[in-house]
């Protein structure tokens, strides 16, 4: 803590009536933050494997998203391909730092031109990976690192995201696990959370013009969601 926070926080607590707070009482704040209780999980968030992928794809395509199941890496390269193809897209890519991402064969399995790091306003398309998503609203969470920068989920107007069918979860109590989880078991966060996490719904939109909805206005138009289904592991 710098001096100048630690001066701030102290004349707060003068201000309050309390001194510095104890060891112990750091202890059981932690404690309480640690041994938190989950709010209430309906049955819908509480689906089988199977189920839990269907109502993800059900719900990605409500919020005018677009969902493709692959089965391996040489896959994933060509739907990415497909998509930017079929929906008349420069083939130009920016790819997360990932090697969850980097790892697949783009070279031998397209003609994309490929580039990677973190995104700036000339890039058309981003891929970049999903920590998790949740099943009952059809979102995608995304955790900020140095190998999935945050510029990758909101600058280029085309943003696809490749996601681990087992990530796909119930409810938002088991993804903040996940997350928690995640941060706990990352060298770099040493167990705090990281700048930032993303949940994504859908492509950006906005109905403040007349209450006509306009995809695309404070971030990606379109948005494609490739699912490696667990055969590919």
């Known amino acids: 803590m710098t001096e100048a926070r630690s001066a701030i926080l102290d004349r707060i607590r003068g201000a309050l009536g309390s001194s510095r707070r104890s060891a112990d009482a750091a202890d059981q704040v932690d404690q309480r933050l640690r041994s938190h209780k ?17 109502e993800f ?15 391996g890496p040489a896959e994933t390269a060509r739907e990415v391909a497909r998509y930017l193809a079929s929906n008349n897209l420069p083939p ?8 969850t991402v980097t790892n697949i064969p783009w070279a031998e399995q397209t003609m994309l031109n490929i580039s990677q790091g973190p995104a700036n306003d000339a890039d058309t398309a981003s ?22 920068p945050t510029t990758l989920n909101f600058l280029p107007p085309t943003h696809i995201i490749l996601l681990d069918a087992a990530e796909i979860l119930g409810s938002y109590e088991e993804t903040w696990d996940r997350i928690r989880g995640e941060a706990g078991e990352t060298a770099e966060t040493g167990g705090f959370m990281p700048r930032s996490v993303n949940w994504i719904t859908g492509p950006s939109r906005t109905a403040d013009i007349e209450q006509t ?19 590919a592991t």
């Open 57 to 71: 794809t059900a719900e990605v395509e409500r919020v005018n998203a677009t969902v493709a199941h692959v089965t």
């Open 213 to 231: 909805l306009l995809l695309g206005m404070h971030g990606p138009q379109r948005l494609h969601i490739v699912i490696v289904d667990d055969e």
């Open 127 to 148: 891929v970049s990976r999903a920590l998790a998503a949740v099943a009952e609203t059809g979102t995608v969470v995304m955790m900020s690192s140095p190998d999935n």
């Open 38 to 54: 989950a709010g209430i999980i309906p049955n819908r968030g509480r689906p089988g494997n199977a189920e839990r992928v269907a």
């Open 92 to 99: 130009d890519v920016k790819l997360a730092p990932d090697p």
